[in-house]
RNA sequence: GCCCGGGUGGCGAAAUCGGUAGACGCAAGGGACUUAAAAUCCCUUGGGGGCAACCCCAUGCAGGUUCGAGUCCUGCCCCGGGCACCA
């Protein structure tokens, strides 16, 4: 063996990284590229801890994708940026004692110093941060796009606040009726805000997720966000004339409907209340209201509830039912009321059973005791419905009550419109002016963007408006119509709004008159590929398609879905545990990269579990991908003195098997098994010490994506002449010689292995069965009895029934 | 409760148009080289039985379909994620 010089991944890493930097080697033609592939990946948010090993994770596999769809001849535009506005950024800066305006360009230089050291084919030109005043001009930009589209709209609600971030917080972002971020109890606060009607979209947002190559999980998460259901309302009148209309999904329980529960805060208890109940009312409404949204959504279920003392009269049935509240019942859904039906509803059945009201059964299924939901039934105690199955008697019903006037068909959805205002200061200010004469009017496009203010006093506090409010120099400003004295909106507006556009804005990043160039965007968009976590398989990605729904529908872009193909990739963990903070189990990527190189670290990451699952961190296992490194080292050096002649057989067989899998593989994200090809084909190679060029420069062009830096280096070591082994070609296999030689044949009897034979491609079954039948092991099995039948499968296996 | 995933060696995992279970890697044990160690190389490694050729058992549990089931069907159990008093 000659002496093969120490691989030093450093070295070679720091060498690529400059010469892809002056080579421009990762700078597509944004304007006449042959063959555009715009692949994208969730951008981060640049924390003050650094990339940590998840975005890595995630980045890896995506760079990999996309190095791969280079070498397959596309021009991969791969960009990055940073999502670094947004609460997170700022209580960070409050707890260290300083500005986030100042915090957030040092973490984005940490980032990019990370992002350029692991060896992603990022295009940096490109690079956008959302909070840079020309990203920002375009997102406030985008907000008057929908003010002036009547789709933004301000209106009093009731909101999530968080009390300990002082803020608004969308539905999306309370889990459990807690803070996402602190995990501090949501309370209730009515404040004005400003809101985007993503509902009038919904239909559109659930329809069109058939038509796009999104992995199950994540459209399951979207569909089941949007929450469709298919009901009817239906009104019931008080003696008074009194209309209270609820929705129901089962309209064909309606003679079963013995009681109705409105919420709380429906806006008909006060007069629906009669006098001897309002002090009881009264009452059970304050005790809600004093509810935190932890306990009367998720905490105690109990039902609780107050007669109001008044009576309705049921459609179907012409009886009188009381009317009650409930807090089991809420304002935000359907009508804010509903008919209660015990027999065939648990809810309502518990609370029937509490309050002793009565309970009707109106559905008949075989074996089922009350109270029962199934809809596979027949309806009974319904009049003339009786005995009609449930689904059809309750389009009957829902007719029968329509031609009354008293039923409407009624699609519902669980989606509500998006909250976008925040009172906070990290953001991009709204912009729109409030005039006395004019109402509302939004900042005019050449007055954009509306700069945030470098105030130093930027601490929310608990009067529910943003810490700009506090300063009357920068929002007395004139109204653009009128030129009256006007104030600026004080609100910021939400990062995922900031999210929800910058795939539009990377190719068009030098132009700041245009949040996006029109040829750039017909040429880069919709985006080819985009790679990211489930964490974001509602939120970012609902309001993602949402705008782009509005923007197509102005004609500013010809698609309506932004990401036609998506790739979730799983979460990696550590020792078999999440990773946090105060587990103490985190793993910094630095620390890895300088011990092992980027080049074993990326495959390392790809090669401890399926990449759209995610996997377990142990550092024990990276020891065999830097094994497998040093070992393509040695075999590339070796190559180099060794005279190329033709691969022995089983190599060559075995090159083109590699290559098949490889492709495949690496097409469709299963990296781990690509990668464990590779290894095979090593060690082939080194067991027939056939380490050539014609063995190794293949194998050299499929780690490319994996390896990029080593690639290079041992791609100029074999010849290789270009400026990259990027601008080469990926290798092509012959399916003859995949599949030349024998094949192994399984041989069983009544179906359990007896031997295996070693027969070449193509054998007929005769030959097969009377060469299975001359094997030692199969004759004891068969012994002697006539074979009943055989079950042949061409090259693989033949099963003897005797 | 509903909706997605997923349960395979000591460990991370392969194999799903039903067709040789455990590829690849880690760890462990044995050996070679070395004054020694590291590194490297070779061998063994799901469980049980046998001197051996071999045999039996084995993919969360219980059934079923099939010549043949990790893979399909029925009913359960467990783990992860999402939604959740949504009418």
Not at 302 to 319: C, H, I, M, Q, W
Not at 428 to 434: A, E, L, S, V
Not at 612 to 627: P, Y
Not at 652 to 662: G, S
Request: charged residues 25%.
């Amino acid at each position: 063996m000659h002496d093969v010089p120490t691989y030093d991944p450093a070295a070679v890493e720091e060498t690529w990284q400059a010469r892809w930097v002056e080579r421009h080697t990762n700078e597509p033609d944004l304007d006449r590229p042959a063959r555009p592939f715009f692949n994208l990946m969730m951008f981060p948010y640049p924390s003050a801890e650094g990339l940590h090993v998840g975005n890595m994770f995630a980045f890896t596999g995506a760079d990999i994708f996309g190095r791969f769809q280079r070498l397959q001849g596309h021009d991969v535009f791969e960009p990055m940026g940073f999502d670094a506005f947004g609460i997170h950024s700022e209580n960070y800066a409050l707890s260290v004692g300083t500005h986030p305006g100042k915090l957030i360009p040092r973490n984005i230089d940490t980032f990019r110093r990370q992002l350029r050291r692991f060896g992603g084919m990022f295009d940096w030109r490109h690079e956008l941060s959302t909070t840079d005043p020309a990203y920002y001009k375009w997102t406030q930009w985008l907000f008057l796009q929908l003010f002036n589209a009547k789709l933004a709209y301000k209106k009093r609600a009731a909101v999530n606040w968080c009390p300990k971030d002082k803020t608004v917080l969308a539905n999306e972002q309370v889990i459990n009726g807690r803070c996402e971020r602190c995990d501090t109890p949501v309370e209730q606060r009515s404040l004005d805000q400003w809101f985007f009607k993503i509902t009038e979209y919904a239909e559109r947002l659930l329809r069109n997720l058939d038509t796009l190559d999104w992995s199950d999980s994540t459209l399951a998460l979207q569909r089941n966000w949007i929450g469709k259901s298919e009901g009817a309302e239906l009104v019931f009148r008080t003696p008074a004339g009194q209309a209270i209309t609820v929705f129901t999904t089962r309209p064909d329980t309606v003679f079963g409907a013995t009681y109705l529960v409105l919420a709380p805060e429906h806006p008909l208890v006060e007069a629906l209340t009669a006098a001897e109940q309002r002090a009881d009312v009264r009452a059970y409404q304050r005790q809600v209201q004093s509810k935190d949204v932890v306990s009367r959504r998720v905490g105690d279920r109990e039902k609780t509830g107050v007669f109001l003392g008044s009576y309705a009269r049921n459609p179907a049935t012409g009886d009188a039912v009381p009317i009650w509240i409930g807090d089991y019942v809420l304002m935000e859904y359907g009508t804010g009321a509903i008919m209660a039906v015990p027999a065939h509803d648990d809810r309502d059945h518990e609370f029937a059973t509490q309050f002793k009201l009565p309970i009707r059964q109106v559905v008949r299924v075989e074996g089922e005791t009350l109270p029962f939901v199934s809809e596979d039934g027949l309806l009974m105690n319904s009049g003339r419905f009786d005995g009609r199955p449930c689904r059809d008697g309750g389009r009957e019903i829902v007719a029968w009550l329509a031609a009354q006037q008293v039923a409407t068909p009624r699609v519902q959805y669980r989606l509500h419109d998006w909250c976008i205002s925040r009172q906070r200061y990290w953001g991009p200010p709204i912009p729109i002016i409030y005039c006395d004469r004019c109402g509302p009017v939004g900042v005019p496009e050449r007055d954009l963007p509306v700069l945030l203010p470098p105030f130093e006093d930027f601490r929310p506090d608990d009067s529910g408006v943003s810490p700009l409010a506090r300063h009357t120099e920068w929002y007395n400003v004139p109204c653009p119509q009128c030129s009256a004295p006007g104030r600026r909106e004080t609100d910021v507006s939400d990062t995922f709004l900031d999210s929800s556009w910058y795939y539009l804005r990377y190719p068009s990043t030098e132009f700041d008159d245009r949040p996006f160039d029109p040829d750039r965007t017909r040429t880069w968009l919709p985006v080819t590929t985009y790679i990211g976590g489930n964490e974001h398989a509602v939120l970012h990605l609902l309001y993602s398609r949402f705008i782009t729904m509005v923007l197509k529908d102005q004609g500013r872009v010809s698609f309506e879905e932004p990401f036609p193909k998506l790739r979730a990739h799983g979460l990696i963990v550590k020792d078999g545990a999440k990773m946090s903070k105060s587990r103490g189990n985190v793993v910094i990527p630095d620390a890895y990269i300088k011990q092992w190189g980027a080049d074993t670290f990326r495959m390392y990451l790809m090669f401890l579990g399926p990449f759209q699952e995610g996997g377990d961190f142990r550092d024990e296992g990276i020891t065999g991908v830097r094994r497998f490194l040093e070992k393509v080292w040695a075999l590339a050096h070796e190559a180099v003195r060794t005279a190329d002649g033709r691969l022995p057989e089983a190599v060559e067989r075995k090159l083109h098997q590699t290559i098949r899998k490889v492709t495949t593989d690496t097409a469709t994200l299963g990296y781990n098994t690509a990668i464990a090809a590779m290894m095979e084909y090593v060690n082939v190679i080194r067991e027939h010490g056939a380490g050539s060029r014609g063995a190794m420069r293949p194998l050299i062009l499929m780690l490319a994506p994996y390896a990029p830096h080593l690639a290079e280096e041992l791609w100029v070591l074999l010849g290789g002449t270009g400026r990259s082994v990027f601008d080469e070609r990926w290798p092509s296999y012959d399916e003859r010689l995949a599949e030349a030689g024998d094949v192994e044949i399984a041989v069983q009897v009544n179906g359990k292995l007896r031997a295996r034979l070693a027969l070449p491609r193509g054998a007929s079954q005769d030959d097969v069965v009377a060469r299975a039948l001359a094997e030692e092991g199969v004759k004891k099995f068969v012994d002697g009895n006539p074979v009943k039948k055989v079950v042949y499968v061409q090259d693989r296996l033949v099963n003897l029934v005797v």
